[in-house]
């Protein structure tokens, strides 16, 4: 078999190893790393994965992604990482259909794929999981450790940490604003009482945590003998393990391998979808990729008028689905390179030096521009607070099932592209307790509660405030590594 090398969207000279990214951010060239070509997925390929499991599906897709781990060992890590206790169900991503008399005579179908039922009740944890095993496989492997630290609004760092906790050669030091995540957010990561899991609560916003971060990234000397490591969203692991679900999602809604679906992503940084973009670039028969955003539109501004236009930090909106609101895509380089025919040195020009210049890019006279949809089947659209509110509502009341505000952002999109005849699959990224206030201003009653969070709030509490001092951040590090 010949070797998967990974290469940078930037065009550097290094072709990697699945190990030797995995513990890795951004190519040195600045670049995202992205595999040398796509696997392709045979017919007779796709008819043997229908009916696997869940870990068994996500295994065969993996090994064509990973040659530096024996089959067996990776094998093992899949089964211990997708398992009902984890996430909840035998199917790990289960499909819901939101059906009634009006969508019937319709002739249009579309389902809900839960990507939510993990640990922490976002999608994140589908990746997450995995990459916890893999670090803890890999670094036991090298004899090494890493010290994971990271910024987050609320997702991104309790799946981190729920991912980590208890893992051998890691420690995670997870910055949040103090009081500006929800409250079942805070109780989420601030009640992990392991040894190896450090709560940052930083006075200041968001972006003073990411600055933090970026200011520890950029100190070689300090990272190194520190062993500082990310697990940002630009990680190609991640991407990668959330490449399984759209095709469990295809095999759960449909009967034969020549049918197609759409999916509809609630998007913000370009992750979730990138990867719904990877299984169809390996022969997964998906007819649309719909990306729904919020009212920070990005994204959808660039399918619909070819420019990309990065917005600084008073335009970027704080909306009621928090985790989608973005001033720029970190993963969209991924797609561009492709939808430029992999030119690595426009791909640079446009990224590396046009958008720090300008801030924006125009591929709108670019040819190329109208493969995105054409050729790519990308298409996009926008859901504001209000829509967010309705949909909720009119999900609630028709069908009877409760989404979250992101969902709700993907379900509102997903009807402006509906077609008869190809089932559209929305995947649901959060379970609504995560965002119980705009679940009650839509429905004037509290989100259902999983069992196992009953009175979370109330736990001890294990975090550290300070304030947004990079010195001081450092110096709590090395402590703690001492
Ligand atoms: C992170 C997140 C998103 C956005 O996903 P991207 O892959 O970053 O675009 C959407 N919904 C929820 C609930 C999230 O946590």
Redesign the pocket.
Known sequence: MAFMKYISTRGHADRKQFCEILLEGLAPDGGLYLPENYPQVSAAMLASWRGLSYADLAFEILSLYIDDIPATDLKAICRKTYTQEVFGSKEITPLKKLADASTEAAGTVMYLEALSNGPTL???DMAMQLLGNLFEYELARRGEELNIFGATSG??GSAAEYAMRGKRGVRVFMTSPLGRMSPFQQAQMFSLQDENIHNIAVEGVFDDCQDMVKAVSNDLVFKRKYKIGTVN?INWARLMAQVVYYFAGYFQSTKSNTDKVSFTV????????CAGHVARMMGLPIEQLVVATNENDVLDEFFRTGVYRVRGSADTHETS?P??DISK?S?FERFVFDLLGRDAGKTKALFGEQLGKTGKFDLSADPVFSEAAQRYGFVSGKSTHADRLATIKDVYTRFGVMV?T?TADGVKVAREHIKPDVPMIVLE??LPIKFAATIVEALGREPDRPAKFAGMEDLPKRVTSMPADVAAVKAYIAQICA
């Open positions: 976002a999608f994140k997702d991104t969203s609630p998007s913000g940084n370009f992750g979730n979808v689905s985790s989608m895509a993963n979250d992101h990224t959060a």
